[in-house]
Every structure is written in structure tokens, then in C-alpha cells.
């Protein structure tokens, strides 16, 4: 009853910037936690940033002070500013979101289909 679709991945060069959205649709009452993970082949999924409905942000060390992770949430829609990127941040990123659904009594977690982020040296 919930999907998330992300978009803005791409192609890029070392030091350039992409920006990533996720939109959430269908039954939501209210959103709690989002985030972003990614995960590169042959590595572990790991989690880059997250941010509550209250705007407190957390982030992995290694994107500390170069993402920026924030949400709009009228639109049920969250983003990531990605700067600086380097070759080590190519991945694919998965958005994902802890719903509350109309006439649910559980928060129930979801994920995105991912989207593919390539950075060149």
C-alpha cells in the first residue's frame, strides 16, 4: 500500500554534486524515520543518512560535512544533496521510510528500488 520511487542518480565526476529525491505515496498517515543506504558490489549494505520527522539528521562518517540529507514533508518526499562526491561513493542508493498507515496500529518499513550513482575519477 506504500511505495517509494527514487530518482536522480547519474553519472558524475570526482568533486561533482548530484541530488537525490525520493517520493513516498499511497496509505501514509505519517512518516517517522527516512533514509538513505547504498551499497556497492561485493560490499555490505550501509547506511549513509537519516532524519526524522522532526528534522534530526545523523549521518556515516565518510559523507559527514559533503550530504546533506533533508525532507519536505508535505510532498512525503525526502532528498540528499550529495557534494564532493568521490569514486568510493559510487553505489546504488536505497531510499527508505518507517510509515504509519491510515487505519494500521504498526509502523511498517519500506524500501525504494534503488538508484544508481557512478562517480568517475
Known amino acids: 500500500q506504500v511505495q517509494l520511487v527514487e530518482s536522480g542518480g547519474g553519472l558524475v565526476q570526482a568533486g561533482g554534486s548530484l541530488r537525490l529525491s525520493c517520493v513516498v505515496s499511497g496509505n501514509i498517515f505519517v512518516i517517522n524515520d527516512m533514509g538513505w543506504y547504498r551499497q556497492a558490489p561485493g560490499k555490505q549494505r550501509e547506511l549513509v543518512a537519516v532524519i526524522t520527522s522532526g528534522g534530526s539528521t545523523n549521518y556515516a562518517d565518510s559523507v559527514k560535512g559533503r550530504f546533506t540529507i533533508s525532507r519536505d514533508n508535505a510532498k512525503n518526499t525526502v532528498y540528499m544533496q550529495m557534494n564532493s562526491l568521490k569514486p568510493e561513493d559510487t553505489a546504488v542508493y536505497y531510499c527508505?521510510?518507517?510509515?504509519?498507515?491510515?487505519?494500521?496500529?504498526?509502523?511498517?518499513?519500506?524500501w525504494g528500488q534503488g538508484t544508481q550513482v557512478t562517480v568517475s575519477s
Open positions: 527508505n521510510a518507517d510509515v504509519r498507515e491510515y487505519m494500521r496500529h504498526w509502523v511498517h518499513n519500506y
